[in-house]
Structure formats: C-alpha cells, structure tokens
C-alpha cells in the first residue's frame, strides 16, 4: 500500500484507542487469566486461548493497522516488537520486514477467505459437527468428561443416527470420533480447504479471529478485537447447542433436535454469517493492500 503523506497519530489520540481496545479484549482476558492462575478449566471460554494460539497477551497488544505512523515517547517501545521500524516522525508497521517473512502466508489467506466470500452460505448442518465429536466414543476421545450429556449417550449417538451430518470444516472434522468420521457426507482436507470453506458454517466465522491475529502487526486492533468478539459468541452458540448440559453455567440449550431448536439455531447462524461477512471484507481489504504493495 504506498501512501505519499501517511496517516501520523499523536501519543494522545493512539493511546486512548490503545485503551479502548485492552478495556474491550479484557471482559475475557483477565478472567481468562484469573482461571489460568487458580488452575481452574473454562469448558467453553478456554477454547479462545488453547485452539486459537494467540497469547492473551498478543490480543491486548492494539495496533493502528497498515501505513498509520504513531509518535511520542511511548511509541518507541514499539521498535522492539516484530515488523516495526521508524517511519517519518514516528514508529509504524514494517510492510517489507512482514512480507519477507509472511508474503506466502498472506496469499494463502487471502485465497481462503476470498473462496469463502464468493460462495452461498449453507445453513444445513445444524451443529451437528459437536455431536459427532462424541459419536460412539472410544478411549480419550471425550474433551470435556467433566461436562454430563443432556440425552446420555445413547441419545446423543441416537441424534447422530437420525441426521444427516454434512460437516465441511476440515479443524471439525479432524475431532470426530472414529466412529463419526464414515457418517460425514464430506471428507474435508487441508487441501480441500479452499474449495470446502463456507461462509455459514460457525468455524469458518470463528476462524476470522485467526486470520486476524495472523495478519497482525497489519491488521488495525479494532478489527481484531471485533473478530475475537465474533469468535466468542459463535463459541457461546457452539457450545450451547452441542450434546453438552450447560445448565450448571447458566446457559440454556440450543436443543437442535427438535424443530423449535434447529429454528432457533439457523436464525444465530444466520446473524454470524452476515457479521463474520463484513468482517471478512475487511480481513480481505488488509490482505490486497499488503499485497499490493
């Protein structure tokens, strides 16, 4: 992205969006790490900081995004962080040091998420990727054991039996049980990934969140911590409408094996797919400048 008179934000004006954005990311943070510390598992909000890589540390972190300079004392901490250097009159994101070491990465990105885009969202699947993750479990292959089933087993294998599961996302698919992986009307692969990929489905949505964090330094903060914010409430539906009780949490089911339920569960997704929809847009925007420059 070549800008003759970059964007340049005083320490005043970037530090009180730096604030906005930690006091944002921090609802789920600080709990995060309060859990961490007493050693205490979250079934549901652990999942935003185990499968998803991002340090909570690296989230708070906010950036201005591509080709915006920031000044003032504070802004020369910057320089030790990765893909920074010195920019006109301030510190600003190192396009060259990124690409060099990320270009590839960027493109595969920027393919996904554009296949995505370019493809009708399919609103069929129900969550029934959670239920064939515990399909007929054989040994360790229940992830969260401390958590009751709220039809018991043979009612959960029963749901599986009685639907037609049409999973398509590959880090899904991979958790299926192995009695569960032959009734996937699909085999989705990492290489597949490009032509599988919709924009309905509640991982692919949730995903954007790593796209974002893997796009960062160049990703603005703001639309990270809208990504992760997407992430966690599509995690709450996940969940929810998985074979899992909740009640104890205080969530109430999402009982996709009944009419009411399914209902109920196409008009969320439905609602993420036109969120994660706009987000992806910009995700896609951050991706053409980089690689356009």
């Known amino acids: 992205m070549r800008l003759l008179d970059p964007p340049v934000l005083t320490e ?18 600080l709990p995060h790490q309060q859990r961490r510390r007493a050693g205490e598992a979250h079934p549901v909000w652990d ?18 995004g591509l080709g915006t300079v920031l000044t003032g004392p504070a802004a020369e901490a910057r320089l030790s962080w990765p893909f920074h250097a010195r920019v006109g009159p301030g510190v600003a994101v190192d396009v060259g040091a990124f690409l060099a070491k990320r270009r590839t990465a960027v ?5 996904l998420l554009s296949a995505t885009a370019g493809r009708s969202a399919q609103f069929g699947c129900f969550g029934l990727h959670e239920w064939a993750m515990l399909y007929r479990p054989g040994a360790g292959e229940v992830r969260h054991e401390q958590l009751p089933l709220r039809l018991g087993q043979a009612g959960t294998d029963a749901v599986v039996e009685s639907h037609r599961v049409q999973c398509s996302h590959v880090d899904a698919f991979r958790f299926f049980t192995r009695a569960g992986v032959p009734r996937n009307t699909l ?12 924009p309905g489905c509640l991982h692919a949505t949730m995903d954007l969140y790593k796209w974002a ?31 899992y009780d909740l009640s104890a949490l205080g969530w109430a089911p999402v009982a ?12 969320a997704q439905r609602g993420f797919a036109a969120r ?18």
């Open 12 to 29: 005043v004006e970037w530090t009180v969006r730096e604030a906005a954005h930690q006091h944002r990311v921090d609802a789920w943070v």
């Open 47 to 64: 999942f935003l900081f185990t499968y998803y890589s991002q340090a909570p540390g690296r989230l708070r972190r906010w950036h201005p």
């Open 107 to 111: 493109g595969w990105v920027q393919g």
């Open 187 to 198: 085999a989705p692969t990492r290489e597949t990934q490009q032509q599988l990929e919709q």
């Open 213 to 243: 964090y893997k796009l960062s330094p160049a990703v603005p903060g703001e639309l990270l911590a809208d990504c992760f914010e997407l992430a966690a409430d599509v995690r709450e539906l996940d969940m929810r409408a998985s074979p």
């Open 256 to 267: 996709i094996e009944t009419p009411e339920g399914k209902a109920e569960y196409v008009a």
């Open 276 to 293: 994660g929809g706009a987000l992806r847009a910009r995700l896609l925007d951050v991706c053409r400048h980089l690689l356009d420059d």
